[in-house]
């Protein structure tokens, strides 16, 4: 392909003529088409592509927008205000998304949702279109064909449940053509992240134990679909696939919920946590900032990291929701052991206010280069939840359904839940036992948002730090960065944000 200059500065043709020249036409050959003319044909080349299609991950949970978005915008967790984070809790972005860009910060912006997850979502797509002509194993070859299945079906559900209506991209773009894609109705990305879903299913991938660490085995598909269902108000598909996840033996919950989140248990965890952000305290590796995050500031909790900022903490009214015999309040602490050896008490754990409660789910004091401690993505009590929620949907508070929500309370030592309930209190009970179950884990902000419950919700999260959390309609979903809509003619902002 060439590239014809037609048009030059003034200048160079006065300097042309000086040297007796009348005319000049400047050729460049491109040599862009690495994708199309020279890749993806061996096993080799499918395997880095699949590494660029995970690569993407990175964008959404090193940052981690994909964390602290949701995290942020909840009842559960809040930041100090600094960089343009309380944008998030007071619920002040707008499209061009300036305080984030201000302060180098649209790395942990729903902008970088945006970009992480369609980058991921183009290379997936070359994969799925070049690699069937690979020549390598047929086995693998199918196994790297699934996987992409199964990460495009992931970031597209990412999109969706933050910003809504999105474009559906299932072609590469080798054309301006094929680059520029227009919005779908939420249901339409829905039907395509299910297609997506069932060919990963038809792919061989391994079950759980024989699985590659960070890669999705075949009840990861299975998790993904419930989790994907449910958003999408699918209630039989989400009861169905969940029990598949439940009932394949390949999982269990860990007797004890404090080694989910321990560093020192990571890979006895894997018996619980489906699929995980792999993180590797190397150099080059994967890491994310919630370690220094949700540590204390000045890097002063011996406990927590070597290297903290104290920029995250839970609100003192979610610490107080929990029952005090619910062992998963011990992942959050009121007080800390300074690096002398002294307890600091809450007063005194972060300027801020006097009411800071710290969140112990990230951890990491040994880690010098980057982080040991993995985010979790998929969990095996996501699909109780899920199970007891949509079977209540169904049929009500069926003993089933007190079966699959007691099974999670009676690992955090709690008693079985209160029989008699309605089905809608039954359903409020499962949401609040979520939010006990996940939080800080980017969970909450979605089931506020597909259940309708955040406007009720969110303005009581409040503290001495946000007296007010002025949440609107709107904010239901975020804007579309308006970068998107300004590069892309067949792109539309989301209507409330117009």
């Given amino acids: 392909m060439k590239i014809r200059y037609k048009s030059i500065y003034k200048i160079l043709p006065m300097l042309l003529l000086g040297v007796g020249m009348t005319s000049c036409e400047l050729e460049e050959q491109v040599y862009s088409s690495i994708f199309t003319e020279n890749f993806y044909k061996t096993g080799t080349d499918a395997e880095k592509g699949l590494i660029a299609v995970y690569n993407a991950l990175g964008g959404l949970y090193g940052g981690p927008a994909a964390i602290m978005v949701p995290a942020y915008s909840a009842d559960q967790v809040y930041p ?37 997850a369609y980058s991921g979502i183009e290379k997936a797509n070359w994969i799925i279109a070049k690699v069937p002509d690979a020549t390598m194993d047929e086995t693998r070859k199918k196994q790297i064909i699934g996987e992409s299945y199964f990460l495009r079906a992931f970031y597209h559900w990412m999109l969706t449940k933050n910003f809504g209506e999105v474009p559906v991209k299932t072609e590469p773009s080798t054309s301006e053509a094929k680059a520029y894609v227009g919005k779908s109705p939420i249901k339409e990305v829905y039907q395509q992240i299910y297609s997506d879903l069932d060919m990963a299913l038809a792919a061989g991938l391994a079950s759980f134990p024989a699985v590659e660490k960070g890669r999705p085995s075949r009840e990861a598909v299975n998790a993904l679909y419930a989790k994907a269902a449910l958003y999408n ?58 370690v220094g995050l949700a540590g204390p500031s000045g890097s002063a909790g011996v406990e927590y990291a070597r290297t903290s900022f104290g920029s995250m903490f839970a609100y003192m009214s979610f610490y107080n929701s929990f029952n005090p015999a619910d062992k998963r309040r011990q992942l959050m602490e009121t007080s800390y052991i300074n690096r002398a050896g002294n307890v600091v008490p809450q007063q005194n754990i972060t300027p801020i206010t006097t009411e800071g409660v710290l969140i112990r789910k990230y951890r990491d004091p040994v880690s010098t280069t980057g982080t040991i401690v993995n985010i979790p993505i998929l969990r095996l009590p996501d699909m109780y939840l899920i199970a007891a929620e949509a079977e209540a949907r169904l049929n009500g508070a069926t003993p089933k359904a007190y079966g699959f929500i007691n099974a999670v309370r009676t690992r955090a030592g709690l008693p079985n839940l209160g029989t008699g309930l309605s089905k809608d209190a039954f359903i409020d009970a ?32 409040t503290n001495s730090v946000y007296p007010n959390r002025p949440v609107q309609a709107k904010n239901k979903y975020f804007p579309i960065p308006q970068d998107e809509v300004n590069a892309n003619p067949e792109l539309t902002q989301n209507q409330a944000w117009q």
């Fill in 233 to 290: 108000e699918d209630w039989a598909k989400a009861l169905e696939k969940a029990e598949s996840v439940i009932n394949s033996g390949k999982y269990r919950l860990l007797p004890n919920v404090l080694d989910v989140y321990d560093y020192r248990t990571e890979d006895a965890a894997r018996i619980e946590n489906i699929w995980a952000y792999e993180a590797d305290p190397i150099s080059p590796g994967n890491s994310h900032q919630l």
């Fill in 80 to 116: 100090r205000a600094v960089v343009g984070r309380n944008t998030l809790t007071l619920f002040t972005v707008e499209p061009t998304y300036t305080t984030q860009r201000s302060a180098g910060r649209i790395f942990e912006s729903p902008q970088q949702i945006w970009s992480a």
């Fill in 430 to 461: 499962v949401l609040q036992e979520r939010s006990w179950e996940f939080f800080a884990e980017g969970d909450r902000w979605y089931d506020l948002t597909r259940t309708g419950k955040f406007l009720e919700v969110v303005p009581k999260a």
